[in-house]
């Protein structure tokens, strides 16, 4: 039966005799298991020497400790200060009431797992049993027998003998199965033009009329908000215009100096010099990239670069903010925009092409690809 | 005292009996008792990965008690002084909450936080143990397979809980996501949609999160853990080779007591560790990102550790989009974001079937390799891992850049020829230490123990002294075939030269009883 030694077995015993130890009745049940101790034996060879007494002491010791430490724990939660007053140096006990409860509780959970681990590697006896494995499959019999049931509920059932039946079930079961998760289906939902049209859009957020830049505290801005060489990001004044309800529309607005904005007039896409999308010095870019849509909020003032800082796009301002390096592979579309009569900022329309991520139906136009 | 001893004895044997009566128990109790497991310190990798389990189930199940998984925008008026007045959804107000008024609560956030750290790092190390041991050989296959599927549930797990508190941090992981689904081919915007309700962020991605991450993963974890462990108790422990060990037997020792005293030891000890780390290390400060907007992110976000391979992978890979006009394009994410993470799924998950196809061994193997015997799939993994490690430096290499003064793009541009190169030189490297390796056993078990004893001959000749590891024949040949084992490499490996001096930090004089100490030092003057 046990093939796992050369030596032989273990002859079984027989229960009813009385005479039979405890130890002798265990191992029967190890040889039923067909396990064989290779070495066994007390941890310490006479039992109660002031070595054994010592490791039992400071089993106990653990343990002890260990609720002691639950307890500082439990009085902590309920009695320190805890309670955040604002602004804290640390000589406030409240500041402490986080690390008071690591620290408790930590010690309380180690104290006990060393007196379990002691226990175990210095109480326990010293063992090692070899256990036979019987790896594979079942034997040929249990084999034969199973494989005769199942022949035997198949032709119960007649699933051979009535194949038209079985197709009926499949046929009615795959719908069923459609049904289950058709529900499912309560989620989609059309996008729409969610990708391609933005809240700077006249026709559908403001009843036609131009749409001003606002900041994120809803004050219209005006060309003198803007110092030379510097930047704001500005959102449609509209509701919720600075919300994340309009998660594609933050334009960052950007006054450049002279020399710069008169490189950036040269190298302007012939769609935006059709619709004259600068003013003055002033350009407005929208601020979500156009890698995975992280607001790319880094403006390097000396390189005239800005940085998204998710995956390191960047995108040269004096040329249509193109990507120059990282993985973006469009610029940043411009927001073409003019001053009304009042001097604030207005949008001349929408984007010209959809800003953010790429997805399969962009439209694309060619001005995008010449560079 | 003696009565009361009897009377608790025949009360033990009273209850069992009443449970035998009912459930028929004798017979499982005692099989489930005196099972054998065998013992190594790294099959207990695993286990970390169990206990941080039910530690993040607990911790979990108290933040919930708290947590209002609504993005209904509300302003802040709670304790922390610099976000009143601010507006923010009800998910990150609760959050707040949590960390500032509810008494324990940032403990008890640091704790689910730093359980899914060392969850998914334990899950890794496991899964390194477990490959590079050859364990996933036959018949164990079907329990990798359900280990790769358990990281994964993991690693969405993570990243669906640490988008919930909708802090600046996690707005931007959503954000990242948005991005990688729209850019699936005719399905993406679609996807997207049905994702977040309509256009990002929406209002009810974060209760969609909510049941998928507090009740839908979690169940399937449990589920797949528990078969999990039921098949490496079915199918019964792998083992190291070694003395008495064969591909039919399991030497070890028993699961009651041993084994059970020693796994809930580890288990308190893991809880205890995780526990002092959530009070004394502070983790994912929520406060201080503020709430999610669409147009605020800051310098060095970075997701958790399991997900940055992943964004590295997409912040190297080159601006390379397909486009036919007027109505197709493929961004660049979609390359690394949904194929390169369709790959990290399916290539783990059919390594098995592809060694059993390649290498033709079709045999059942319950004894463990060691890493170096099988040079191909130690380099092979060796390949992947020197390849995770340049995504995840890649992920944080904006932050390297920072910290070491280092151009951004430079750090891109190595990223990039890195995860090229290193990878082959890496296999190579490999292959090479593991056959040097080898080599090196078989050089052991031919002329034995390199002893670091010099002598001379009468002619002047210099030699080391070898002890072999058996009787030599007369050219001080020992004919030991290589089995599997470790082979030892040290004197003290075969029990000669222990210290002659016992104590740690001052020296403990005593006069060794089994003259220890004079066979060590004549030994050392060659006379021996």
Known sequence: MSAHNDSNPPEPVDLSNPKLSRFEVYKEGLRRDDIEIIHYEPRFAKPGTKAEKRMERIVSGLFLFSGLFATAFVAAYIWWPWEYEGAATWRDLQTWYTPVLGTTLGLSLLFFAVGVLTWAKKLLPVEELIQDRHDGGSSSDDRKIAEATVDNMVEDMGLKRRPFLVKAALLGAAPLGLAAIAPLGALIKDPGDMLTVTGWNAEKHNDGEPIRFMMKDGALVRPDMVSVGGQITVYPAIDHGATNQHPTSPVLLIHLRDADAEVLRGNLYPMYQDVDALWGNFVAYSKICTHVGCPTSLYEQQSQRLLCPCHQSQFNVVDNAAPVFGPATRHLPMLPFTVDEEGFFIAKSDFLVPPGPAFWNRPSLPEEDEK | ?528
């Not at chain 2, 990965?49 to 209904?72: K, Q």
């Not at chain 2, 205890?272 to 147009?295: C, D, H, K, R, T």
């Not at chain 2, 056959?435 to 030699?463: K, S």
Request: net charge neutral; charged share 15%; with cysteine.
């Open chain 2, 1 to 528: 005292m003696k009565r009361r001893k009897g009377t608790s004895d025949s009360l033990l044997t009273k209850a069992g009996g009443e449970l035998d009566d009912r459930f028929k128990l004798a017979l499982p109790a005692r099989i489930l008792f005196n099972k054998v497991f065998p013992d190594h310190w790294s099959f207990l990798l695993g286990e970390i990965a169990l206990f941080s389990f039910i530690l993040l189930l607990l911790s979990g199940t108290f933040l919930a008690l708290f947590f209002e998984p609504s993005m209904v925008e509300v302003t802040y008026n709670g304790v922390y002084v610099p976000l009143q007045g601010v507006e923010m959804s009800q998910a990150y107000h609760s959050a707040l909450d949590l960390s500032f008024e509810v008494r324990g609560g940032l403990f008890m956030r640091q704790l689910h936080h730093w359980s899914t750290l060392l969850f998914m790092a334990s899950i890794l190390v496991h899964m390194l143990r477990i490959f590079f041991t050859g364990a996933f050989r036959a018949p164990r296959e079907t329990n990798w397979m359900i280990g790769i599927v358990l990281f994964w549930l993991g690693f969405f797990e993570g990243f669906f809980g640490y988008s919930l508190p909708d802090d600046g941090l996690s707005g931007t992981g959503l954000r990242i996501m948005e991005g990688m689904t729209e850019s699936i081919p005719f399905i993406g915007p679609w996807a997207s949609a049905a994702l977040f309700g309509g256009q990002f962020p929406g209002t009810s991605v974060i209760s969609m999160l909510y049941i998928i991450h507090v009740f839908v993963f979690p169940l399937l974890i449990l589920a797949l853990i528990t078969v999990h462990i039921g098949l490496v108790f079915a199918q019964k422990h792998t083992q190291w080779p070694g003395p008495g060990r064969t591909e039919h037997n399991v030497v070890g020792f028993r699961m009651f007591p041993n084994y059970v005293m020693k796994q809930v030891g580890f288990m308190l000890f893991i809880w205890g560790v995780l526990g002092a780390m959530a009070g004394l290390f502070q983790i994912n400060p929520i406060w201080l990102f503020g709430p999610y907007e669409v147009s605020v992110v800051s310098s060095a976000s970075q997701p958790d550790f399991y997900v940055m391979y992943l964004d590295g992978l997409i912040r190297l890979f080159p601006a390379w989009e397909l486009r036919i006009p007027p109505y197709f394009t493929l961004p660049p994410v979609f390359w690394p974001g949904i194929v390169g993470m369709g790959l990290s799924v399916m290539l783990p998950l059919l390594y098995p079937a592809l060694e059993r196809r390649f290498t033709k061994d079709r045999g059942h193997h319950n004894l463990l390799q060691r890493p170096r015997d099988n040079a191909g799939r130690t380099s092979l993994g060796v390949m992947v891992v020197v390849f995770w490690i340049i995504g995840v430096i890649s992920g944080g290499n904006d932050v390297f850049a920072e910290q070491f003064d280092i151009s951004l793009n430079a750090m891109t541009w190595a990223g990039r020829i890195g995860l090229v190169v290193m990878p082959i030189i890496a296999y190579y490297v490999t292959y090479r230490i593991c056959l040097g390796l080898q080599q090196h056993d078989r050089e052991v078990l031919a002329h034995g123990l390199e002893t670091g004893i010099l002598m001379r001959d009468p002619n002047g000749r210099f030699y080391e002294v070898h002890q072999p590891l058996a009787e030599p024949d007369e050219h001080g040949h020992t004919e030991l075939e290589y089995n599997g084992w470790v082979v030892p490499k040290k004197m003290n490996r075969i029990g000669a030269l222990p210290p002659a001096d016992k104590g740690f930090f001052k020296s403990i004089e005593e006069p060794s009883e089994d003259g220890r100490a004079e066979r060590r030092d004549e030994i050392e003057s060659g006379k021996h």
